[in-house]
């Protein structure tokens, strides 16, 4: 790889140039591509568009930018300064006004100043994709920085990728009318394409990528998006806010055949639920069943206390003196099974049983050992099945608790 800095003019820059949008940008007489596969659509907003100027008006240096020279050819790629290089283009043009004055309307020095104004440009010069590419992410510093799926693009690019983008990264892309109330994120940003890269691939995205950079077209990856739609709006008929980034594609991959018939009217019923702060987390939960997802309202600090004082201090499933500051309350009837953040519903036990029987489901098994009530130095291995609530109205404190090994099952 060779790099060499050179100086050219923003008349230079300027000659030929023609804005297409997204079906691509070229100048510096028809040989500079400004967009090429790989990088963003414009995004600068209009502040940091008119800070551009505003430097060049001023004769303030910009910062230095970088052409890829292609191989066989006196053509260019910008790698880094395209929307530099745009808001530029787009001012000579007569695009856009900044502090009220259009460039066609300045005083023809002020518009000779512009025209002449000195750009520096490093061109790389006779590397391999793998080495202008690696350069490329490591210029990717200043500025608006790429995001990681602008950088799998450039890594990725060809065929495959640009028809990708024709589906998810464009301003009017088909995913936009399709799936915009199910995606989180902005098209040019390539936040939909991401997303359904993850999906798809179920986080893999380089492999997939990588896989099909070599395909004619991304039809499989906009079909796949099609069916996980489709899917949603079977399973879940009604619309909410809530529906918007869940990670549908990886419950469609894991959970497409199973029977959802009852779960939009499950959904209903644990929507109007009080005491599920986490709505969105209802559509993971009706497929794991995972409470965690639901975020269900705990016990005030108040009511902590009163159970607190009720036990005496002391852990009902183990029996032994808890400080009060590390007490956890759990509920003796679960959220399951109806029961709801109420004073007489609440228990405290130690950090210990909590993390050893109040997290294992609703019968968790236990190791211990059996005295002989005639002998009582005898002792039998046992185990069984304890019921969650049995374990907080007994507690355990009449059986000695061993480890597993030590204990074979009876």
Known sequence: MR??????TIRDLFEGYDNQFENGVTGFGGKLDIRPKFQREFVYNPIQRDSVIDTVMNGYPLSVMYWLKNKDSDTYELMDGQQRTISICEYVEGSFAVNNEYFFKLPQEKQEAILNYPLLIYVVEEGTDEENLAWFRKINTAGEKLTEQEIRNAVHVGAWTTDAKKYFSKSFCPAIKLGENYLTGMPLRQDYLETVLRWISDDKIDEYMATHANDADASELWGYFEKVIAWIKQVFPTYHKEMKGVEWGLLYNKYSSVDTTNFEA???ELYADDEVESKRGIYYYLFDGDEKHLGISTFTPGMTKTAYK???????????????NQAIAVRLDSWKDGGRIESENCRVVCPSCNFNYMNKGEDVEIHYM??????????????????????L???LGHIEIVEKEEAPKA
């Open 266 to 268: 499950r959904f209903n």
């Open 310 to 324: 009720r036990q005496n201090g002391k852990c009902c499933i183990c029996g032994n003196d808890v400080a009060q």
């Open 370 to 391: 059996q005295r002989d009530p005639e002998n009582w130095n005898k002792r039998t291995p046992m185990v069984k099945k304890f019921n969650r609530k049995q374990l």
């Open 393 to 395: 109205i007994d507690g």
């Open 3 to 8: 790099i060499r800095l050179t100086k050219i």
